[in-house]
């Protein structure tokens, strides 16, 4: 793909996901769109083995944005970075098409591994404010992974991932379009345990209170 053509394409992502933007023009200052053009060129220069000079471009870039993201990368089509700052993506990390990252996100790795080291995001995947991602693993397509979540092991297609450490909170069999990809509404699976002890506790002395009640009407009835 021509330079111009991914300028092109990186433009018309930000327009149509950011319902912040008022006017075209607002476009060049997002760090999004800074340097994610940053980026395909410094990885051009990686793949042809120009370590250095991608890197330069790379830390550059990352001074002035915010966003780190490391000229081995692979990314497709389409990725939306809202806000940007604090981002890093890791030198071996994939990112599929339509994905989008808020702020404070980290696809990094465990310090542990070697070759791959970083994870794989499918399509259409969407990773809230302050997520980390850390390991060589895949997030299915079309799966949301909650704000503050840390993410240390596989998520199949479909799914909502919560907490530290990210548990599987839902599962859908159905595709999940990318307008739908709200990082606020999320389930929270511990509210919705107190909720429901509450209500068994509620149920429990309902009950206990009936008892108590019988038992003292036999008493008055000894008596």
Known sequence: MGFVKHIKEEFQVIRERDPAIKTPLEVLLYPSFRVMIQYR????????????????????????????????AKIGKGLF??????????????????????????????????GKRHPTLKDNVMVSAGAK???????????????????LEEIPPNCTVVGVPGRIVKR????????????VHLPDPVLEDIRKLQSENEHLKSKLQKLEYALQEVIEEKE
Do not use: C
């Open 41 to 72: 060129r410094a990885h051009k220069l990686y793949e042809k083995g120009h370590y250095f000079l991608a890197r330069w471009i790379s830390q550059r870039a990352a001074r002035k944005t915010g966003i780190e993201i490391h000229p081995g």
């Open 81 to 114: 970075i809202d806000h940007g700052t604090g981002v890093i993506i890791g030198e071996t990390t994939v990112i599929g098409n339509n994905v989008t990252l808020y702020q404070g996100v980290t696809l990094g790795g465990t310090g542990k591994e070697t």
């Open 133 to 151: 991602i850390l390991g060589s693993f895949t997030i299915g397509e079309n799966s949301k992974i909650g704000a503050g979540s840390v993410v």
């Open 172 to 183: 859908e069999n159905q595709k999940v379009p990318r307008s739908d990809m709200d990082q």
